[in-house]
């Protein structure tokens, strides 16, 4: 990777603020080809063999089925979930202080507030849709660390998911002052043989006068309606084997 010296803010640490827009889609994390509105994709997955997420057999299996059997998460306007909120569609926004980074988003109104002083998690018991977040900086890169998912969201349109034993870690550097490069080390040993990486980048918007919109997404919306009235259920997240 290049280096680039970023800019900064009075705190000494790389300035990350500003709107910044997705470079792929989120119908796939995996490879996937051109279909009826659906833009093709190569795969976020970047340090395995195939570039395919290394799900363990049931997983696999369960996966091939997905979207046949559940609606998708996100039509009841659900929060997109960690790592999904990085490349959910629309614009983002990165608000930092010396406490927190925060990371807003356009879709479903979804945010997360990162607080970047050292301190544990929340408890194991507790459950949330975007996961709990520390930061730190290590350089010029903001790692995140992330716990405590419910399990309740999918990577993708894809039905590509995860439970609620999900653990990553995510490292933001800017490459130059329009680009941020984006990587997740995706851990969950109830669904995957082994730790995963995905990678993609965010480029700068720079449009004169740009803001985050509200977007018109409500709970009770006929996409889940519609999903019902053709036998799709409710996505309620995976029970692996052995729990």
Same mark, same amino acid.
């Given at each position: 990777?290049?280096?680039?010296? !970023? ?31 659906? /833009? ?5 997955? =970047? ?5 395919? =997420? !290394?799900? /363990? ?11 046949? $059997? ?20 629309? !614009? ?6 010396? &406490? ?12 997360? =507030? ?56 995510? $490292? ?30 965010? =480029? ?6 740009? &803001? ?30 052995? $729990?």
């Amino acid at each position: 990777m290049k280096t680039f010296n !970023p800019p900064r803010r009075v705190d000494g640490r790389p300035d990350m603020q500003g709107y910044w827009n997705r470079t792929v889609t989120s119908q796939d994390v995996e490879a996937h080809p051109e279909g009826y509105g659906v /833009q093709a994709g190569p795969s976020l997955v =970047i340090d395995t063999p195939d570039r395919n =997420i !290394p799900y /363990q057999p049931w997983a696999r299996e369960l996966r091939k089925d997905m979207v046949e $059997r559940y609606i998708s998460p996100l039509a009841s306007c659900s929060p997109p979930g960690m790592p999904r909120h990085v490349y959910a569609p629309g !614009p983002h926004q990165i608000v930092q202080t010396p &406490e927190y980074l925060v990371h807003l988003l356009e879709y479903a109104h979804a945010y997360r =507030i990162i607080p970047m002083a050292a301190g544990p998690h929340v408890g194991n018991a507790i459950k949330l849709w975007q996961g709990d977040s520390r930061g730190h900086w290590e350089g010029n890169t903001l790692v995140v660390d992330v716990t405590n998912s419910n399990g309740l969201t999918w990577l993708d349109n894809a039905g590509n998911f995860y439970s609620d034993a999900l653990h990553m870690v995510e $490292r933001f550097t800017l490459v130059d002052a329009d680009t941020i490069h984006y990587e997740a080390r995706v851990e969950d040993p109830t669904v995957y043989t082994r730790p995963w990486t995905m990678a993609l980048a965010l =480029i700068r918007n720079k449009e004169p006068g740009f &803001e985050l919109l509200e977007q018109a997404c409500h709970e009770g919306n006929h996409s889940v309606e519609s999903g019902l009235s053709v036998g799709l259920k409710p996505y309620r997240g995976v029970v692996p084997p052995g $729990r």
